[in-house]
């Protein structure tokens, strides 16, 4: 199934329809490209009698201080409002000029603007776009190559791991390595988390995006490689798990505009970064949060009940699927929770509601959706072989168990699929594809059940069966007893992308102690393994190991664990 999406294909080619592109070419090495400038026209919304389009330009010449972009329609559109530009229109010919702040093009720079029209008929995207009276997406006859270079992906592909390697991050790999038995699985993909402005450039010795990136080109070679990236630094970020709390405090939404999603999307944007398939996982546990951690719930906060009341975290979203939904060779994946959280019928619908809210808002479509991620840094067991939802034992459904509460779901597999179909339901393309991190959700070793569980009761069959040893579902925090998964792999399973490795196996979920910090990190006490619980663990203890450091630094205990209770388990 193939996805609506932005079409980027040579230089020289034009596309045109209601849903089309103008494209973008690819400069080649020379100083000044021999393409002086390109157009990317992209029309975001049509409703049939009215349209929104968004207009990325790119300066390949000498640097400028203002711009004048200018096209003319073949039909009858009328520009009707303008934003990040001065839009008129005389006739069919159209003017847009730079405001006062973005005037400023360096050579490779870009900018974009938009604007809402009318229409009737057909909505052809122009054929001629010029900037400051020079045309664009054709070669000037400068020197430079007729042919840019291959894109490598063209149009987005229905799934960024298909026929594609997947990128090692080195430093997560130098970790692995370092660590008794560790080079069994140092080879494998994991996500690059940008959990901060900081991380963009790199902070503290580490990379920053562009040295990623520049490594996944020499990883690349001659075939598909993807990237994944974790995009998570909203405004008042995680609000109802102290241990990964962000920089931004929850009314921050522009700084978060500026100082974090628009750097990432510039960089991603680079022609030299054309090649690889960029897969963003965008703002883990956010929008459920919403969801299930608001008034009048029993579980809420304050926090997030701040942050639902504010929007900051609909508006957050929503910009950042907007912009590296911009961005040809990015694939979004937008934080679907885990089964454990949002499979009940109160949570499963009203959550893929809000993301569509968010979707939908700062100029972000559906489009800019490729798919959903579940169980990212979590232990939800991918399959349960030994019960399922539809088991009863004399007479009581698994349903009314305490392990599944009466959850819909028993585990991620089919609580993924499940989503994708609500998803698409709900309006979201029918190509829609699913991503579950399964880093560490194997739950190996001495532990892991053989056979179904007794029928003496519903409690002890579902207990005596069940993969995912956890003391509760709700528990999230460096559990005891977790081991690595599935390993990284495309198409595994019907609707689903690919199993990936988002979570680095080995860096903590948070500390089990408060720990002074200038990253923002609080302490959750469902990180201390003495927590007797609350209402969102049903008041369990907490499970978490002890002894651990700050989310996301390293954590040898942790990763030792993982490996000895792998499954499949390491060779």
């Known amino acids: 199934m193939s996805r609506t999406r932005t079409a980027f294909l040579a230089a020289l080619a034009l596309v045109a329809g209601a849903s089309g592109t103008a494209v973008a070419a690819y400069p080649g090495d020379v100083g000044i490209s021999a393409i002086p400038c390109t157009v990317d026209y992209k029309v975001q919304n049509d409703w049939g009698t009215g349209f929104t389009a968004n207009v990325t330009i790119t300066n390949n010449s000498a640097p400028k201080s203002s711009w004048a972009v200018k096209w003319s329609y073949a039909g009858n559109q009328k520009v009707t409002s303008g934003w990040n530009a001065k839009v008129s229109q005389s006739g069919t010919a159209v003017t847009a000029l730079n405001e006062s702040y ?30 400051d009276g020079v045309t664009c997406n054709v070669d000037d006859g400068g020197g430079g190559p007729t042919n840019p270079p291959d894109p490598g992906t063209g149009n987005r592909v229905d799934n960024p791991y298909s026929g594609a390697k997947v990128y090692v991050n080195p430093e997560w790999a130098a970790n692995a390595a370092a660590e008794p038995g560790g080079s069994r699985i140092a080879n494998q993909p994991t996500g690059v988390w940008l959990d901060r402005v900081a991380a963009i450039n790199g902070a503290g010795g580490k990379m920053g995006l562009r040295a990623h990136l520049d490594e996944a080109l020499k990883q690349k070679g001659s075939g598909e490689l993807a990237v994944q990236l974790v995009i998570y630094d909203l405004p008042g970020r995680d609000c109802a798990a102290l241990a990964s709390n962000g920089e931004f405090g929850p009314t921050d939404i522009d700084k978060y505009k500026t100082q974090y999603i628009d750097p990432i999307a510039a960089i991603l944007a680079d022609p030299k970064y054309a090649s690889l398939r960029i897969v963003t996982t965008v703002e883990l546990d956010s929008l459920p949060n919403l969801v299930t951690n608001v008034s009048p719930r029993n579980t809420a906060t304050p926090n997030c009940d701040t942050m639902k009341a504010n929007g900051n975290y609909i508006k957050g979203v929503g910009y950042a699927l907007n912009k590296l939904g911009d961005v040809p060779n990015v694939y979004n994946y ?3 929770g885990h089964h454990g959280w949002l499979g009940w019928d109160d949570n499963f619908s009203a959550t893929v509601q809000t993301i569509k809210q968010a979707a939908t808002a700062e100029g972000a479509t559906l489009n800019d959706v490729h798919g959903f991620i579940t169980n990212t840094a979590n232990y939800s067991a991918l399959k349960e072989p030994y019960y399922t939802i539809n088991d009863s034992v004399n007479g009581k459904s698994v349903r009314e168990s305490k392990w599944v509460d009466w959850n819909r779901y028993v585990d991620e597999l089919s609580y993924a699929q499940a989503f994708r179909q609500e998803a698409v339901n709900q309006g979201f393309p029918s190509g829609v594809g699913m991503l579950i991190d399964t880093s560490r959700n194997g739950w190996g070793g001495s532990a892991r059940p053989t056979g179904p569980g007794a029928k003496t009761d519903v409690d002890t069959y579902v207990d005596g069966g069940r993969i995912d040893r956890r003391l509760n579902t709700g528990n999230w925090c460096n559990q005891s007893g977790a081991g690595l998964g599935e390993r990284p792999q495309a198409s595994p399973a019907a609707g689903i992308d690919a199993y990936v490795w988002i979570k680095p196996p080995g860096e903590s979920d948070g500390a089990s102690s408060a720990v002074p910090n200038d990253e923002g990190k609080g302490f959750d006490r469902m990180c201390d393994p003495t927590y007797t619980g609350n209402p969102r663990n049903n008041n369990h203890m907490s499970g978490a190991l002890p002894n651990a450091p700050l989310s996301g630094h390293w954590f040898s205990a942790q990763f030792q664990q993982l490996m000895q209770n792998a499954y499949p388990p390491l060779p």
């Open 334 to 336: 937008v934080d679907a």
């Open 102 to 131: 973005n005037g400023t093009l360096a050579t490779g720079g870009s900018t974009s603007f938009g604007f809402q029209g009318t229409y009737s008929g057909t909505n052809a995207v122009p054929a001629t776009f010029t900037l």
